[in-house]
């Protein structure tokens, strides 16, 4: 799968390591930063990724932060983005069963590495139910 990942300065530490895990499985990486623990305004690296994923670049996208959220809402301003946050597996579940979530947004100071590795894994390998739910979200102006 082609994955795009972002994050702001105090998700980059997770994003090097997920990227060099996903990396490791066969995954293909675009990297949109950033680049460094240096303070950054997050949506100077989230946008380009969203956009990413909602021209059909990569597949899906994987962006961290220190909570996720404002990554998060950053991405979910792209029309044909829906981006979740994941606390735990059965959210990262649910989110792609029931929503078909194509961007992942995961806090690097509220999740330990196992915690997120199991929710990158289960959002990677669940696929969608294929109902009604998205058809109607796709409708909604951003």
Same mark, same amino acid.
């Given at each position: 799968?082609?994955?795009? %990942?972002? /994050?702001?300065?105090?998700?980059? *530490?997770?994003?090097?390591?997920? /990227? ?13 930063? =950033? ?11 989230? *946008? ?6 909602? *021209?059909?670049?990569?597949? +899906? ?5 220190? /909570?996720?959220?404002?990554?998060? $809402?950053?991405?979910? *301003? $792209? ?11 059965? /959210? ?13 947004? %995961?806090?690097? +100071?509220? %999740? ?9 894994? =289960?959002?990677?390998? =669940?696929?969608?139910?294929?109902? +009604?739910?998205? +058809? ?7």
């Amino acid at each position: 799968m082609k994955i795009a %990942l972002a /994050s702001d300065h105090a998700g980059y *530490r997770y994003k090097t390591m997920f /990227s060099r895990l996903l990396i490791e499985s066969g995954h293909e990486i675009i990297d949109f930063g =950033t680049f460094s623990e240096e303070a950054v305004d997050y949506p100077d690296f989230i *946008r380009p990724a969203a956009e990413a994923v909602a *021209r059909g670049e990569v597949e +899906r996208g994987i962006v961290f932060g220190g /909570s996720g959220n404002g990554e998060a $809402i950053v991405a979910n *301003r $792209i029309h044909g983005v829906r981006c979740t946050v994941c606390w735990n597996t059965e /959210s990262a579940r649910l989110a792609r069963f029931h929503n078909n979530a194509n961007m992942l947004a %995961l806090g690097e +100071r509220m %999740l330990c590495e196992e915690e997120v590795q199991n929710i990158v894994h =289960t959002w990677l390998t =669940t696929a969608f139910e294929g109902g +009604r739910h998205v +058809r109607r979200l796709d409708k909604i102006d951003t």
